[in-house]
C-alpha cells in the first residue's frame, strides 16, 4: 500500500514540476535591464529589499507584461500547493519505510523525521501565503522579518533534503545488501 501511495506523491510531484517549469518561463522584471528571474530570488533574497524591488520591477515592464508575469508567479505559487503533498508526504513515507527497516534508535530518529516533513510542509503552505501576499503589495521586509524569513526557509528546505537523503540512502543500503525483503 505504500509503494501505491509514494508512486501517486512521486507522479504529483513530477507533473507539478514540469507545470511550474513552464510557467516560469514567463517570470521577468525591470532593474537597469529587462531580467529574468526564478522563484528562488523571492525564496532566497539577498536583502530585506530585494524580494519587494524585484516584484516592483515587475510593474515597470508595462501594464501587459506585469499581467502576464504576476499570473504566471500566482498561477505556479498555487501549483505548488499541487506540489507540496506528493514531496512531504512521498519523503514522509521514505522515513517511515526506513524506520521500519532500521529498529531501536535510528528508527527514532527516522520516525522523527518523518513527521518533520508535516512541519516542513506548513513552513512551505507559510511561505507561499507570504509571497502571495508580496505579489499583490511588494513591501520590503523589516531586519526581523527578513531574519524570521531565511530560518522558515533554511527548515522548510533542510528537513526535506536531509530526510531524502538519509531515508533513501538507508533504503538503498538494504536493498544493495540483499536484506530490505528480509
Request: proline share 4%; aromatic share 16%.
Given at each position: 500500500m505504500?509503494?501505491?501511495i509514494?508512486?501517486?506523491?512521486?507522479?504529483?510531484?513530477?507533473?507539478?514540476?514540469?507545470?511550474?517549469?513552464r510557467?516560469?518561463?514567463?517570470?521577468?522584471?525591470m532593474?537597469?535591464?529587462?531580467?529574468?528571474?526564478?522563484?528562488?530570488d523571492?525564496?532566497?533574497?539577498?536583502?530585506?529589499?530585494?524580494?519587494a524591488?524585484?516584484?516592483?520591477?515587475?510593474?515597470?515592464?508595462?501594464?501587459?507584461?506585469?499581467?502576464k508575469?504576476?499570473?504566471?508567479?500566482?498561477?505556479?505559487?498555487y501549483?505548488?500547493f499541487?506540489?507540496?503533498?506528493?514531496?512531504?508526504?512521498?519523503?514522509?513515507i521514505?522515513?517511515?519505510?526506513?524506520?521500519?527497516?532500521?529498529?531501536?534508535w535510528?528508527g527514532t530518529?527516522?520516525?522523527a523525521?518523518?513527521?518533520?516533513?508535516?512541519?516542513?510542509?506548513?513552513?512551505?503552505?507559510?511561505?507561499?501565503?507570504?509571497?502571495?501576499?508580496?505579489?499583490?503589495?511588494?513591501?520590503?521586509?523589516?531586519?526581523?522579518?527578513f531574519?524570521?524569513?531565511?530560518?522558515?526557509?533554511?527548515?522548510?528546505w533542510g528537513?526535506?533534503?536531509?530526510?531524502?537523503?538519509?531515508?533513501?540512502?538507508?533504503?538503498?543500503?538494504?536493498?544493495?545488501?540483499?536484506?530490505?525483503?528480509?
Amino acid at each position: 500500500m505504500y509503494i501505491i501511495i509514494f508512486l501517486i506523491c512521486f507522479a504529483d510531484a513530477w507533473i507539478s514540476t514540469v507545470i511550474m517549469g513552464r510557467q516560469s518561463k514567463a517570470f521577468f522584471t525591470m532593474g537597469t535591464v529587462r531580467k529574468p528571474f526564478s522563484i528562488f530570488d523571492l525564496e532566497f533574497p539577498a536583502s530585506p529589499v530585494s524580494a519587494a524591488n524585484l516584484l516592483l520591477g515587475i510593474g515597470l515592464l508595462g501594464e501587459e507584461a506585469a499581467l502576464k508575469v504576476k499570473r504566471a508567479l500566482r498561477g505556479q505559487l498555487y501549483v505548488d500547493f499541487l506540489f507540496m503533498p506528493g514531496v512531504y508526504v512521498g519523503i514522509l513515507i521514505l522515513c517511515r519505510g526506513a524506520a521500519l527497516k532500521t529498529g531501536h534508535w535510528p528508527g527514532t530518529f527516522f520516525c522523527a523525521l518523518a513527521y518533520l516533513q508535516l512541519l516542513a510542509w506548513l513552513l512551505d503552505i507559510t511561505e507561499n501565503l507570504i509571497l502571495l501576499s508580496l505579489i499583490k503589495r511588494p513591501r520590503p521586509f523589516s531586519q526581523g522579518q527578513f531574519k524570521a524569513y531565511g530560518f522558515m526557509e533554511l527548515f522548510k528546505w533542510g528537513l526535506p533534503l536531509i530526510g531524502f537523503a538519509c531515508a533513501s540512502s538507508t533504503l538503498l543500503y538494504f536493498w544493495i545488501t540483499g536484506s530490505y525483503f528480509v
